[in-house]
C-alpha cells in the first residue's frame, strides 16, 4: 500500500480538537470529497481527539491519502495516542462514529498503536499526481486555523444545514408516502376492478366452452346423420338404377323388336339419364366413406411411371371436342413414391377426366416433379380458367363454376379428391384465372406420411 503524507498536527487541548476538525474538513475539500462527506469526516475526528484526550491525554494526528489493494484512494487519518490504551483497545465514546467513516480500526505499527481511519475519495475527484499532492502539503502549510469561535460558527451552519436539508428530506418522503399510498389505492381499485371482469370473462368462457361442446355434439349428430343418409340412399338406389340401364339396353338391342326413331332417343335418354344417376350415387357413395372415416389407405411403393402409363392409356379414348390433346409427360427417374395407388389413381383420373370435360381446344397435361424431398403432380389445361374468388368454392360439395359446359356434372369430384388426397398425407392446390387454364397440382409427401 503506497502512502502520501499530507499534513500533521498534535492534540494536546480541548482548543486543538476545533483546530482538527477543521483541518479536517480542509484535507476533505481539497481531495474532492463532497460536502456531507467533509462534514462526517470532521466529525469523526473531533469525537475521536475528543475521546483520546480525555482518556490518555491527546495525541498525534497525521492526514495521508493511501492507495488500496483495489486500486482506489482513501483519505486516511492516523491518530498516535501520547499514552498507552486502556487494555490496548479504542472504544468510541458514540457507537454513531463508526458510521461516519468506511473504517475504524486500532493497528499497531512498529510497536506503535495507531487509532486509524479512512474515507473513500470519489473516483470523480481530481486526479492526484505527485504534483497535485505537493501542491496540497505546501497549500495546507500555508493556511492558518480559525479560532475555536469561527469553528462553532462554521459548525452551528453545518447544522443547521443538516437540520434543513433532513426537513426537506422528511417532507419529500412524506410527499412520496401519500402518492405512493395514493397509487397503491388505484392498484388495488384496479386490480379489483380487473378481478371482477376476469371473472367474468371467465364465466363467459366458460359458458361459451359449454355451448361450442353443444353445438359440436350437434354437427357430429348432423354429420353422422348426413353420412349415414348417403351411404342408405346411395345404396338403395344402386340396383334400381342398374336396372333402368339394363332395362334400356334390353330394349335398344337388335334381338328385341325394332324401335322406331323416336322411341330409340327416348330410350337412350332414358339411359344416359340412368347412367348420370349412377354416376351420382357412386359419387355420394365414395364421399360418406371418406367422410365416415372407412378409408384406409394401403401405402406401399408406387411407380409413377406405370400409373401414368395406366392413366394415358384409358382416358384417351374419351370423347373431346376440337381434338383436344392428352399430354402425360414422364416423370423423372426414380419415379417412386409411397402411397396408396387406387386412390392416387382415383384422385389423378378425376383430375383429368374434368380438364377432359371442360376444355374446349388446346391440351390437358399432367406432369410430376420432385420438391423438398416429396412430389408434386400437376394437372393443367388449357380450359375457361376459373375466378379467384371460386377458387375454393370449387372443392365445396354440390358446387360447380359458372360457365358453358359440354357435360353435366355433380360437383362432388373435386371435393372427393382433396379428401383422399388428405388421406394420403399431402394437400390439393388450384391456380387459376379466367382465360388462362387451370392447374390443379397434388402436393405428396415421399414417405407416404
Not at 354440390?398 to 356434372?409: C, K
Amino acid at each position: 500500500m503506497n502512502t502520501a503524507a499530507l499534513m500533521q498536527m498534535a492534540l494536546r487541548v480541548e482548543q486543538d480538537i476545533f483546530v482538527a476538525r477543521q483541518r479536517g474538513r480542509e484535507v476533505a475539500d481539497a481531495l474532492g470529497l463532497e460536502r456531507q462527506d467533509q462534514v462526517r469526516i470532521a466529525t469523526a475526528i473531533s469525537e475521536v481527539a475528543r475521546d483520546l484526550l480525555r482518556a490518555v491525554g491527546g495525541a498525534d494526528m497525521a492526514f495521508a491519502v493511501a492507495d488500496t489493494v483495489d486500486g482506489r484512494h482513501h483519505l486516511r487519518i492516523d491518530l498516535v495516542p501520547v499514552a498507552p490504551l486502556p487494555d490496548g483497545r479504542y472504544r468510541p465514546g458514540s457507537a454513531a462514529v463508526v458510521r461516519l467513516v468506511d473504517t475504524l480500526d486500532v493497528v499497531v505499527e512498529k510497536q506503535v498503536t495507531v487509532v486509524r481511519m479512512s474515507r473513500r475519495i470519489p473516483a470523480t475527484a481530481q486526479a492526484l499526481t505527485t504534483e497535485r499532492l505537493a501542491h496540497l502539503r505546501a497549500q495546507l502549510a500555508q493556511s492558518a486555523p480559525g479560532t475555536a469561535e469561527e469553528e462553532l460558527a462554521t459548525q452551528n451552519s453545518q447544522l443547521i444545514a443538516a437540520l434543513d436539508e433532513v426537513r426537506i428530506q422528511r417532507d419529500e418522503l412524506a410527499r412520496l408516502n401519500e402518492e405512493l399510498e395514493q397509487t397503491n389505492q388505484g392498484v388495488m381499485a384496479l386490480y379489483h376492478q380487473l378481478t371482477d371482469e376476469l371473472e367474468a370473462t371467465n364465466r363467459g368462457v366458460v359458458a361459451l366452452y359449454a355451448e361450442l361442446d353443444e353445438k359440436s355434439a350437434q354437427l357430429r349428430a348432423a354429420s353422422e346423420s348426413k353420412t349415414r343418409f348417403l351411404a342408405n340412399v346411395s345404396h338403395e338406389l344402386r340396383a334400381p338404377v342398374t336396372a333402368i340401364i339394363g332395362l334400356g339396353r334390353l330394349l335398344d338391342d337388335s334381338a328385341s323388336d325394332p324401335l322406331t326413331d323416336e322411341q330409340e332417343r327416348q330410350v337412350g335418354l332414358i339411359r344416359d339419364s340412368a347412367s348420370d344417376l349412377l354416376s351420382l350415387v357412386n359419387e355420394l357413395l365414395d364421399l360418406a366413406k371418406a367422410e365416415s372415416g372407412r378409408i384406409e389407405p394401403a401405402i406401399a411403393d408406387v411407380d409413377l411411371k406405370a400409373l401414368f402409363g395406366q392413366l394415358r392409356g384409358t382416358l384417351r379414348a374419351l370423347p373431346t371436342a376440337g381434338g383436344v390433346a392428352l399430354v402425360v409427360e414422364e416423370p423423372p427417374a426414380p419415379a417412386t413414391v409411397r402411397t396408396d395407388e387406387v386412390l392416387l389413381a382415383q384422385v389423378l383420373r378425376n383430375l383429368l377426366h374434368n380438364g377432359l370435360k371442360f376444355t374446349a381446344e388446346g391440351e390437358v397435361r399432367m406432369r410430376a416433379e420432385r420438391h423438398d424431398g416429396g412430389w408434386r403432380l400437376s394437372v393443367s389445361d388449357t380450359g375457361p380458367g376459373i375466378p379467384a374468388e371460386l377458387h375454393e368454392r370449387v372443392f365445396e360439395e354440390f358446387y360447380q363454376a359458372p360457365g358453358p359446359t359440354r357435360f353435366g356434372g355433380t360437383g362432388l369430384g373435386l371435393p372427393y379428391a382433396r379428401r383422399l388426397v388428405a388421406l394420403l398425407g399431402g394437400a390439393l392446390d388450384l391456380v387459376s384465372e379466367p382465360g388462362r387454364g387451370s392447374t390443379f397440382t397434388v402436393s405428396l409427401p415421399a414417405d407416404g406420411t
